[in-house]
């Protein structure tokens, strides 16, 4: 199985186009886990999925997740209830993640199988990415129109997630099905699995209308919870101050 595992907790509109993307690439099905932060979220997600042109499984959030309203553990509790194998493959990736893996994602896991295909120890055990901020023309916070091509909606590449947030810009983008991914996929939880040595791009599409919102949002949560999280005080203070992303920010 080649699949993609995701998630959504406040919109789902992006699904169509996400799917189109990896279908390209050679994935057969997507995996998605709904933890409904905006109500009716399920339902659109269903009706949503019907546009798609490769299967698309949908699974609510575990209680865990309902319950903490934490997004970024969603990946690794998706994979298990999947119950993918050692022979499984799995692309690790929020809907606004873009990742440009160049060629067919099965001619890339025939380059990392290495000698022995049968020996999940042979070869690589994962590859990951680097994000690529993608933002509309101007730099201001645009609503997604999924009648128009994303590329031609946000165009410029920038470096928000290093240079504003100062956070971690590295994720995991292909991995082994028995292989879990930490929280956020920023790594994988056993690491004596080699990484594939090319680091791939990852046009993310998170900077669109609404975006300020759910990061004040996650913001309040994780204060109730007790997490610090200075990344999200920068760019909500930036986006408070700010009318879009300068031009400075480009990469």
């Known amino acids: 199985m080649l699949t993609v595992l995701t998630s959504a907790s406040y919109d789902v ?4 186009a996400f799917a189109q993307y990896y279908a390209r690439f050679g994935v057969e099905s997507i995996h998605i886990s709904v933890l409904e932060l905006v109500p009716g979220l399920m339902q659109r997600t269903n009706y949503i999925s019907t546009l798609c042109p ?54 890339l896991i025939n380059e990392m199988l290495g000698d022995n295909p049968r020996d999940s120890r042979s070869g690589y055990g994962y590859a990951k990415g680097t994000f690529c901020d993608r933002v509309s023309h101007d730099g201001l916070l645009t609503a997604y129109n999924s009648q ?8 410029r590449k920038t470096n928000i ?38 680091d791939f791009a990852i046009d993310h599409f998170a900077w669109k209308q609404g975006r300020l919102e759910v990061l004040q949002r996650r913001l309040e949560n994780y204060t109730k919870l007790g997490i610090k999280c200075d990344s999200l005080n920068r760019i909500i203070d930036y986006l408070t101050t700010n009318n879009g992303f300068d031009i400075e920010f480009d990469g």
């Open 161 to 198: 997630t290093r240079d504003i947030m100062k956070s971690n810009d590295k994720k995991v983008v292909l991995a082994r099905g028995h292989l879990d991914v930490c929280s956020g996929h920023h790594n994988i939880f056993d690491e004596s699995y080699k990484k594939y040595p090319k």
């Open 13 to 16: 509109d992006i699904l169509p």
């Open 54 to 107: 490769i299967p698309v499984k949908i699974y609510t959030a575990s209680e865990q997740c309902v319950r903490t309203k934490l997004e970024a553990q969603n990946k690794g509790e998706l994979r298990a209830k999947v119950g993918l194998t050692k022979s499984d493959w799995y692309v690790p990736a929020d809907l606004d993640e873009f990742i440009d893996f160049e060629i067919p994602i099965p001619e």
């Open 148 to 155: 128009m091509p994303i590329w031609k909606q946000y165009p």
